[in-house]
């Protein structure tokens, strides 16, 4: 027993020692990727679900590592997050993201939003506002075409963030609660921060033809936010019965892996081109 216990003790304390290293090496490629520019960004649909129409896109950063092949935003972001290198990312992932909006508008897509994901830590970010002023000043975009989503951890904590929050919308930038639903927060934030949409976690989407529960909580999203008038948006819709479902319940916005997965730039402008023939 004694010495199966220090074994597993080893084992254990081993695991620690392989994954404070694995970050470490993690965090001097993910320094080094920012710098040989090693990021691109892929581009999911958002679709008005009762109409079939194409609203919009959400950027999603992708890693593709020179040795290791492409590492997944779960494992980078947190860290990004942690070390503080999200500020400069998330800079980049803005000017890309308005940059090629910009082309697309020039080809034709007049009507599309680009969501970007954006930290907790960028918004705390003392030139946040300032940085996001530039860029769009830099690529010629209107701010109504660009749509921020926050994830309710950040209605949270600080006071300064309902500031940023407000300049950002008082410039004409949208504002969307990324994730709704899993935050475990209060709702009292919804009256005070200016929020133009919810977007319903997939957790709940996931299994809503089959779970009373998580048909109740999208009844319930829906409800509030018609009462108050905000938009919702149900993301993860991968099968017909969540399309059906949440066209019953009366939303009318969706995303998910049934109308398409994220895109690299050249294969949206296909998906653009077949939904237009079709
Ligand atoms: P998220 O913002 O909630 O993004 C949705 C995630 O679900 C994406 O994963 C997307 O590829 C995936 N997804 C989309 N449709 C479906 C579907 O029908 N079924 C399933 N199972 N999954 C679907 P991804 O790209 O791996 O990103 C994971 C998370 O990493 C994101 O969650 C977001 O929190 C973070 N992230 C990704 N890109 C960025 C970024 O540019 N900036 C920041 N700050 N975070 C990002
Ligand atoms: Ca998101
Ligand atoms: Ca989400
Ligand atoms: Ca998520």
Redesign the pocket.
Known sequence: VKQRGRNAFMVFNQSIENKTLERRLLETALRTAIKEQQFYLEY?PKLNITKNELIGVE???RWNHPDLGRI???KF?SLAEETGL?VPL?EW?LRESCKQLGIWQIQGLTNLTMA????VRQLEDPYFVQKVEEILKETNLHPKFLEL?VTESIFADVKNTVTVLNEIRRMGIQISV??FGTGYSSLSYIKEFPIDTLKVD?SFVKDIHTNEESKAIVKAVLNLAKTIGINVIA????LAEHVEELSKDGCQFG????YS??LSTTAFEEYVTNMHTL
Do not use: M
């Open positions: 999911q950027a999603l950063v997944p935003p779960l972001i999200i998330g992932i970007v994901n954006v930290s989503e990324d994730d997939q993301e993860g819709i991968e995303q998910g892996y049934y997965k994220p």
